[in-house]
């Protein structure tokens, strides 16, 4: 495992431990209003700050985006690394004791992201990727499913519950998905969702509202399982504009086709 990785693998781990040992008394944690449905507990800055200590503490001069505390420069302000950090994605099921949630850890050098953690602290089970070497689940290589049909294809989405703005044209392609597809689910946990896909347990997923730290991580799970993922518009800037397609290639094409016509 390449250096780097095993430092995120090590912060996401202390992560999980913070995140398993809230779980049992999760009536006595602070819970803050972010903004609608959008809510942040003491576990998720705890989980952050563990995070960002053990990933500095290896390397210092390193830069960081994270949910919780934002945009933090190296502290050379010239470093071409930069971590990707969601603590806890999926706070509203943790909150709710509802077990889909997961930690999300990728390190970007010049841009390009180059090694992926996602955790989920209660099924003990880690995702991992680095660039060109392939993504493996618990040790294991992983890959996306063989499916090759749309119409035979299990489909993971979210629902825009911070702009209801876009509500009715999102339910409109959840009814063209639906009725083109097996079936459609909706646990709650972007960055879980696409490690779904990059293991085989999903065939395909799409989201709109985004942000970077729910899909670094698993965007790089997904290209190295065999995977293709984009933004609405079929091109690679899914981190800045927050939409994402992503499928197992035979499934994608059908699956984007419906997400850009908005189910008309």
């Not at 996602?118 to 880690?126: A, E």
């Not at 079936?183 to 970077?212: I, N, T």
């Not at 790089?220 to 995977?227: D, F, P, R, V």
Request: overall charge neutral.
């Amino acid at each position: 495992m390449h250096p780097m990785l095993n430092v995120a693998v090590k912060a996401a781990r202390a992560a999980g431990a913070i995140i398993n040992r809230a779980s049992n008394d999760i009536d006595k944690l602070t819970v803050t209003r972010k903004g609608m449905n959008d809510y942040v507990s003491e576990v998720d800055r705890a989980a952050e700050d563990a995070i960002i200590s053990t990933l500095l503490g290896a390397y210092p001069d390193h830069g960081v985006l994270a949910e919780e505390s934002g945009l933090r420069e190296s502290t050379s302000g010239t470093s071409d690394y930069q971590w990707i950090i969601d603590p806890l994605d999926g706070t509203t099921n943790f909150l709710h004791g509802f077990p889909q949630y997961c930690t999300s850890i990728a390190c970007a050098v010049k841009g390009v992201l180059m090694h992926a953690v996602i955790y989920d602290p209660t099924r003990n089970d880690l995702f991992i990727a680095t660039r060109g070497s392939g993504a493996f689940l618990n040790e294991r290589r992983i890959r996306v499913s063989k499916v090759l049909y749309l119409k035979d294809s299990l489909i993971g989405t979210g629902f825009p519950y911070k702009e209801f703005a876009h509500f009715d044209a999102y339910t409109a392609t959840f009814k063209a998905v639906t009725q083109n597809v097996s079936a459609v689910r909706r646990p709650g946990s972007a960055a879980l969702d696409l490690a779904y896909v990059a293991c085989g347990r999903y065939d395909g997923f799409w989201e709109s509202g985004l942000s970077a730290w729910d899909m670094a991580a698993g965007a790089l799970l997904i290209k190295e399982a065999g995977g293709l993922i984009t933004d609405f518009q079929a091109g690679d800037d899914y981190l800045k504009n927050g939409t994402v397609v992503a499928a197992t290639p035979k499934v994608f094409p059908g699956l984007l086709k419906i997400v850009q016509s908005g189910g008309k």
